[in-house]
């Protein structure tokens, strides 16, 4: 969001206030806004004493003598630790942002009240069963207990002047739909599809927006091979090309206002059996990849009470562990990246009736009113069709009416309810039967188990289509291109102990063309899928040391691919003739010191221009480039596949280019491109660290010029955007990285003491915490911290006991 501006002005006085307490110990009293870790509080809302011990290493143990104390206990220490946070989730998913932010975020609102994320919620939750609410009902008491210690706020309360309101049951449901919304985004590849067809025709269009490769491995062979996508018919519904930009333009400017949505978020996962490990028990392996941001999406704790004791990763906002182990199973997930969203083009006339198979049908019409700071309230109808909210309302500039088909818009979602019965579960039986209410984000869950098993389920609701397949947008004045229903659960995809004795997931494709129903025609690619398979089929006797190792693991599969073709080429000067003679001496690996690594990327990302950038015109900076897995996988097609005629520059009438030729104009623009970001012309000293450099802004303070290094965290690293430990470039900040592994878990199922996690930053979102950023040095190295689960946890304690 751009809110240098106005938030200028709020920083300026909020760091004058700072300065001025502090000459009068004001330090001393902001320091009172740290949470209370040790003695005894007295509260209301739990049946018996909620004990929260903090490790050593920051990690919150909370035991509670049921169910309902423990998730009490959870909201009580989220809250301590993430109340700023908490606040704006619950902004960003009700479309409240402009009550504290003014103006400068009145666009966004717009769109997620017209999105009506926070409808859906109130319509799932009224339909939840009471055991359910109970435990939403004890984590919002827990945090409105916390409030009701009248406690000093975070800083970011003083400055913006903001005063948190009492949590509600159903902000839980909020938050993790927009969670669902950050794993989404098919719709904007729809209308990117519908573009590039108006510009250069289908065919080209499928290659640049490639499904997947045809030798890329799948996550649950079934013997048959990945065969591309058929060529995409042209749709009776097409939209105009001032459509399709002015809706990339709308998706971009949520996307950069909630830092949700970014299309980069994967995440890696696997689990080895014990035939392959040194302990005879299975090693279970996540790392989910998600925007970066302080503090960290994650909080770290250990929940204890009545038939829940589980370990891993929770969200703030969320009552339950959203991976991790419980003591007899363990789990984790990466996006599988479905196609759950279409757009349909709708007939409504001056009247507000849409047009269906001949009939009128009245619009849905629902007056949102938004609190703008500082300025009038804003009146907005929102206008609603059989096909979900009509979103193309929100942006000027579009010649079609847009409807939103979402799965998580439906009334029903029961998605936490099957967390919690993962926290609860003991066996595959009990899993896979709280998978049966999961709904969204579809997910590559793979489980293990202490007695040996290990399994693999992608549950979600994953829509059958009449007709199509989702690729464009189509007609909403027929039924033709209707939902008819969900996958059933026992059809989506899955595997028990499988022969290989594995499975590892990426993103990558599911399965095979022998599945009968439509799961995606967009798939990450293959790279480090095959990394990990490589690693796991090279190996045996696996440790949670190699484990680990794989987890940090910088060879870029893709670097290795096109290397052959990329080094030969005809260099233009002893300059380019020494850059490839240090890519020929490299293997691919992307780290941090590698002076090869830093120029592979310059010379990749310029090749990726030199090829597409004539056809593509503007389109190829504003919107494709940055879509990482189509432009690679185009890429590969090109110099690999035979695709060569993208090679020749358009531009270039009287020539005609061949790959090598346009290869070597890419490499000689890389290296100034590069030399320029190194501040240094000789390639042979550079460090790919030097100009890669993780960004965790700060919501909102990084938009602030004179707070942005007091609250945002930076760090160098390696990596790329398609290593196992991945390193996405933001090519328009070069070369920033603004997407990681987010958190990271070992889990040995022969001996859990031995289990690890970590996160990204650190367990406080308070900046004057020596907790708020003391995971960053150790993130970066891939360390962690043990996930303590047995036996008496040493630390400070601090006891909730009841009023």
Not at 278 to 303: C, E, F, M, Q
Not at 449 to 462: C, H, Q, R, S, T
Not at 583 to 604: E, I, K, V
Request: net charge negative; with cysteine; glycine share 10%.
């Amino acid at each position: 969001m751009r809110l240098l501006t106005r938030l200028l002005g709020w920083g300026l006085l909020g760091l004058v206030l700072v300065l001025v307490l502090g000459a009068g110990g004001g330090y001393l009293w902001l320091r009172r806004s740290l949470p209370q870790t040790s003695g005894e509080l007295r509260v209301r809302g739990v049946s018996a004493p909620v004990t929260i011990v903090r490790d050593s290493d920051g990690v919150a143990h909370i035991t509670g003598a049921t169910e309902t104390d423990a998730a009490f206990g959870l909201g009580f220490v989220h809250a301590q630790e993430r109340l700023w946070q908490m606040e704006v989730q619950r902004r960003i998913g009700t479309g409240r942002l402009s009550e504290i932010f003014g103006a400068a975020t009145l666009n966004t609102d717009r769109f997620l009240r017209t999105l009506g994320v926070d409808r859906a919620a109130r319509s799932a939750f009224e339909r939840l069963d009471a055991e359910t609410i109970a435990i939403l009902d004890a984590y919002a008491a827990g945090v409105n207990a916390f409030l009701a210690t009248n406690p000093a706020l975070p800083p970011e309360f003083l400055i913006l002047g903001v005063q948190p309101e009492p949590w509600q049951p159903v902000d839980s449901l909020i938050w993790a739909k927009m969670m669902a919304w950050d794993l989404g985004g098919n719709w904007s590849e729809e209308v990117l599809r519908a573009l590039l067809i108006a510009q250069i025709g289908p065919e080209d269009a499928d290659l640049l927006l490639p499904a997947y490769t045809a030798d890329g491995p799948v996550i649950v062979p079934h013997g048959a091979l990945s065969q591309p996508a058929a060529p995409v018919a042209a749709s009776p519904a097409a939209i105009q090309p001032a459509t399709a930009q002015a809706m990339l333009e709308l998706w971009q400017h949520v996307q950069l206002a909630t830092g949700l949505g970014d299309r980069l978020a994967g995440s890696n996962n696997w689990v080895i059996g014990g035939a392959r490990t040194a302990s005879g028990k299975p090693l279970l392996v996540n790392d989910p990849h998600l925007s970066t941001r302080i503090p960290s999406i994650w909080y770290l704790a250990h929940v204890q009470g009545g038939a829940i004791n589980a370990i891993g990763a929770t969200f703030p906002g969320l009552p339950a562990v959203v991976i991790g182990h419980n003591g007899q199973i363990a789990w984790g997930v990466t996006n599988t990246g479905p196609d759950v969203q279409d757009l349909y083009v709708e007939r409504i006339d001056a009247q507000n009736f849409v047009e269906y198979n001949g009939q009128r049908e009245p619009v849905t019409l629902i007056s949102e009113t938004i609190v703008v700071k500082n300025d009038e309230p804003v009146t907005l109808t929102v206008r609603v069709t059989r096909h979900g909210p009509i979103i193309s309302d929100v942006t000027d500039g579009t010649g079609e009416t847009l409807a939103f088909r979402w799965t998580v818009l439906d009334a029903e979602d029961a998605t936490i309810r099957a967390f919690l019965n993962i926290n609860r579960a003991r066996n595959w039986t009990e899993f896979t039967a709280a998978l049966r209410d999961y709904k969204a984000p579809m997910q590559n869950f793979v489980y293990a188990d202490v007695a040996g098993n290990i399994g693999y389920y992608a549950p979600g609701a994953l829509p059958i289509r009449r007709t199509g397949d989702g690729r464009l947008p189509v007609p909403g004045w027929t039924d033709e291109y209707e939902w008819v229903g969900y996958v059933p659960f026992e059809e989506l995809p899955h595997v028990y102990n499988p022969p290989q004795g594995y499975i590892a997931t990426a993103n990558n494709r599911v399965l095979g063309d022998d599945y009968p129903y439509l799961l995606s025609t967009s798939w990450a690619a293959p790279y480090r899928a095959q990394r990990i398979i490589e690693l796991i089929e090279q190996g045996n006797q696996f440790t949670v040391a190699d484990m680990r190792t794989m987890l940090g693991d910088v060879v870029s599969a893709q670097a290795r691919d096109l290397l052959p073709v990329m080094r030969a080429v005809t260099p233009a000067g002893p300059r380019e003739a020494a850059a490839l003679e240090l890519l020929r001496s490299w293997d691919g690996a992307m780290h941090g010191d590698s002076a090869a690594a830093a120029l592979y990327q310059g010379y990749y990302h310029a090749a990726l221009e030199a090829v597409f950038a004539d056809e593509l015109r503007d389109l190829f900076d504003e919107q494709y480039r940055t879509r990482r897995d189509f432009p690679a996988m185009a890429l590969r097609a090109v110099l690999l596949d035979g695709h060569s005629k993208w090679c020749d520059d358009r531009t270039t009438l009287a020539v005609t280019e061949d790959c090598a030729t346009t290869l070597a104009s890419a490499l000689t623009r890389g290296l100034e491109a590069m030399a320029d970001a190194q501040g240094e012309r000789d390639p042979a000293r550079w460090r790919w660290d030097r100009v890669h450099q993780v960004v965790f802004p700060h919501n909102p303070f990084s938009q602030v010029g004179l707070l942005r290094g007091l609250f945002e965290r930076r760090i160098p690293n390696g990596g790329d955007n398609f290593t196992v430990n991945v390193g996405p470039v933001r090519i328009s900040e070069p070369y920033l990285q603004y997407n990681v592994p987010s958190y990271r878990q070992i889990i040995d199922l022969g001996d859990l003491s031995g289990s690890q996690f970590m996160h990204t930053t650190g367990q406080s979102g308070n900046v004057l915490s020596g907790r708020y950023s003391d995971y960053l040095e150790r993130w970066q190295r891939v360390e962690d911290v043990p996930m303590r689960f047995h036996g008496v946890i040493e630390g400070e304690r601090l006891v909730l006991r009841g009023e």
